[in-house]
């Protein structure tokens, strides 16, 4: 069984490019540095570096960060957000790309266990969207989904505020939260985004970005067992990176279009190529599985609302025969 350690991701989010960046003692052998680091230089030798996240949230005008804990279940890292100036504990998750809410209109048994955003409060600042017939559906790889539609509300994080966000408001959902956990935030990429293919509302972080509300156009996660992780908006969380230096820049994978979007690669999810990774300190080759026009790679996806890690089954294979152990999924 692999250890889990606390590690550090931050994703830039820039006008130019897209990169994943990782510490160096957690990067994985030979995997591919990403070309004119221009932007990425700029941050590195201006960023703003906050203090210590675990004790309280500290904001500037255009950047903030928050605490984010790992619920009893160890399923699911959270945070609080304000919607509708009413707080909620909400997941994060970096594989999907939308903000949605229990709503108080879901009664399915998953629906009874949390606190909802109420409708019947009729918040001054929410807009409703085609009379509230907009659909919102959003479905997960273990089978789970929730349902609703799409609305506008003023969302913030800590003193980062978005007004008319859109948020898919849940009507009917068989996901289980722990710890009274409402919804998911989506970091993903607006292609991920069901509510960006319906409406103009661009995701909240994206929305961030593309207004000129952060300090610097990305944010960072901190992942820990406890409480002591953070989420950092338009910054780097000094107490866990002490040294900008220290994060290595990847590029980030584009995809080819499917279905009726047009014809043009483009980001889709946080994933960069991986050529190399170890188990036990036992190096170990992937078997590439993604073929193209002049590479032929495997791939890593960065994905903070999946627990665990899964892999190909030949590579897991190969991981069953170190440990000598069988599993597909690696806890």
Known sequence: MFSVLPFVVALAFLDACFAVGTLKRVQPPSVRSLEGRSGLESIENG???????????????????????????????????????????????????????????????????????????????????????????VSFADGTAANGFIALETVQ???????QQGFGAVTSSNITFDDDVSGILGLGFPRLSDISQSISSAPYFA???????????LFGLSLTQNTSGSLTLGAVDGSVVNNISLIEWNEVVPFAPFGSESNASSYLQWTIPLSGLSVNGTALTPIPTYPGATSNNSLALFDVGTSGIFGPYQDVSMRDTVLDTRAYHIP
């Open 157 to 163: 994080v800590s003193n980062l505020t978005v007004a």
């Open 207 to 217: 929305q961030l970005a593309q207004r000129g509300q952060l300090d610097y156009p």
């Open 47 to 137: 960023v703003v570096n906050w203090g210590n996240s675990s004790n309280s949230s500290t904001t500037a005008q255009n950047s903030a960060i928050v605490p984010v804990v790992l619920s009893d279940d160890g399923q699911t890292y959270y945070t609080v957000i304000s919607v509708a100036n009413i707080s909620f504990r909400i997941g994060l998750d970096t594989g999907s790309a939308d903000l949605w809410l229990i709503s108080s209109a879901c009664s399915t048994s998953e629906c009874s266990k949390v606190p909802k955003y109420q409708l019947d409060y009729h918040s001054p600042t929410f807009v409703p969207v085609n009379n509230n017939q907009t659909a919102f559906n």
